[in-house]
């Protein structure tokens, strides 16, 4: 076994006859105490560590479920073993079931040192497994499934393969069994003699008893060789020192290099970092002021297409007001000449009456001018009765033009039409039949300056429907 490997602590919970023990195992040590005390126990519980099958364990008469009913009485005893390997420390370690569950005690391995906190609470009490394993999983905790992964852990095989952390360093795997006779031997404390001692001591070393000693010797010159080997060497070193000193003073100012060169490297990392982080709020800036700007773009050019569509609608129904007004005022130039030639007709016919009148009233006498005074209101009656009906005709025409047209446009047509207003020709009409009442008042002797008053009293239905 190479210097300095094996266990290091041993650590019983709730386990045998300890609540809790610790025993250093770097150095040696010497159990003293009466009997009953405790040290077969604590000195077979190297047996969990070396042995890997817990049936070929030997704990002198006591059969090995009772044995396991003696250490791990449930599933808050542990038996802890500290060790170093090639690796560096590591922990192996047993664990008891619960009385509910019952079987064999789990077998687990985890990196790093023994520390009381991992399994012992403020209040000294030992904490739920579960608590315990998730504390073990940050170190690399695995439990061991069977003999061949417990014996992978310990052993370090110096021909063939393992995976071993290498608390026990035989020159091959195979002579494993013989390592495990011998120590359960010794750590029996069996009595055997010197040639039966000497007998397991060869096998172990896969030596045949009956070889001569000097055989034996023999083997020792692999260790003597290596010795010699590693004094040249240390031999060379002292001849160098002086050259080596150089280069370890070279390395020292090229880590002191490379330190500063780290701390330029990370200064400059440190600033790309903010760097890339500036431009990276600039483009996203951007990015937003450029999505702003699209999105005003496109409101922009929907107030546009709104604004064309609403001008397109302001121009057709500019067109339709232009042509409604263009028809208002044909319409407006027709009704003037038909209003006007049914004046003049209505005139001449009146001047016609009168005239004929005139004559009768030269022919008759007083009572021919009272009858001829009642033609005469019949004439004027009529002559209402066509403005009436020229009136009713107005109303006819704004109605229909009302059915077409807004309010609005035709309101806009007839102030257009200040020419073709009803009042105006109602009231040219009316200077018309006020004219021919006045022939026949002159007709009958009335003087000029009696003609209004004349009318008046002569004609009270004209004078009421001016």
């Not at 393992?162 to 002579?175: I, P």
């Not at 013989?178 to 007998?199: A, C, G, T, Y």
């Amino acid at each position: 076994m190479q210097a300095g490997l094996g266990p290091t602590k041993l650590i019983a919970i709730r386990s045998g006859s300890y609540d809790y023990a610790e025993v250093d195992l770097a150095n040696s040590i010497q159990l003293v105490g009466p009997n009953n005390a405790g040290k077969t126990t604590l000195i077979n519980t190297l047996q969990f560590l070396y042995i890997d099958n817990r049936n070929h364990m030997a704990f002198g008469d006591h059969e090995p479920e009772a044995t396991r009913a003696y250490y791990f009485p449930d599933h808050y005893s542990y038996m802890l073993f500290e060790c170093l390997g090639p690796k560096g420390t590591y922990m192996l370690g047993w664990r008891g079931q619960s009385k509910a569950s019952g079987g064999d005690p789990v077998r687990f391995t985890y990196d790093g040192g023994y520390d009381i906190a991992d399994y012992m609470g403020k209040d000294d009490r030992v904490l739920d497994p579960k608590t315990v394993n998730a504390k073990l999983a940050e170190r690399n905790y695995r439990e061991l499934k069977d003999a061949a992964a417990h014996r992978d852990s310990i052993l370090v095989a110096t021909k063939g393969e393992s995976n071993g952390l290498g608390v026990v360093h035989l020159t091959e795997t195979e002579r494993y069994s013989h390592f495990k006779e011998v120590l359960k031997n010794l750590l029996s404390l069996r009595s055997i003699d010197q040639n039966e001692m000497k007998r397991s001591l060869l096998m172990l070393a896969s030596i045949p008893p009956n070889k001569p000693a000097l055989e034996a010797n023999r083997l020792m010159t692999e260790d003597f060789e290596r010795i010699r080997d590693r004094r040249l060497k240390l031999n060379t070193l002292k001849s160098e020192k002086e050259r080596l000193e150089k280069y370890i003073g070279m390395s020292d100012t090229r880590f002191d290099l490379e330190a500063r060169l780290a701390t330029v490297y990370a200064d400059l990392m440190e600033k790309r970092r903010k760097a890339h982080d500036h431009n990276k709020h600039v483009k996203e800036a951007i990015l937003a002021k450029q999505d702003a700007l699209e999105k005003e773009k496109i409101s922009t050019t929907e107030i546009l297409k709104d604004l064309d569509e609403k001008i397109a609608e302001i121009a057709g129904a500019k067109g339709r007001a232009e042509g409604d007004l263009a028809r208002i005022t044909d319409l407006g130039k027709g009704l003037e000449e038909f209003v006007e030639n049914m004046e003049r007709e209505a005139l001449n016919n009146a001047k016609d009456r009168l005239h004929t009148l005139n004559r009768q009233l030269g022919n008759a006498g007083e009572a021919d001018r009272q009858r001829t005074a009642r033609s005469l209101a019949e004439v004027t009656g009529r002559v209402a009765s066509t403005e009436r009906a020229i009136a009713n005709f107005d109303k006819a025409l704004i109605s229909e033009l009302r059915e077409s047209m807004s309010n609005e446009d035709l309101h806009q047509a007839l102030e257009a039409l200040q020419s073709g207003d009803p009042e105006v020709a109602r009231g040219k009409r009316r200077s018309r039949v006020e004219e021919a009442q006045a022939v026949g008042c002159h007709a009958e002797g009335h003087g000029g300056e009696h003609q209004g008053r004349c009318v008046q009293r002569c004609h009270p239905e004209t004078s009421f429907a001016r």
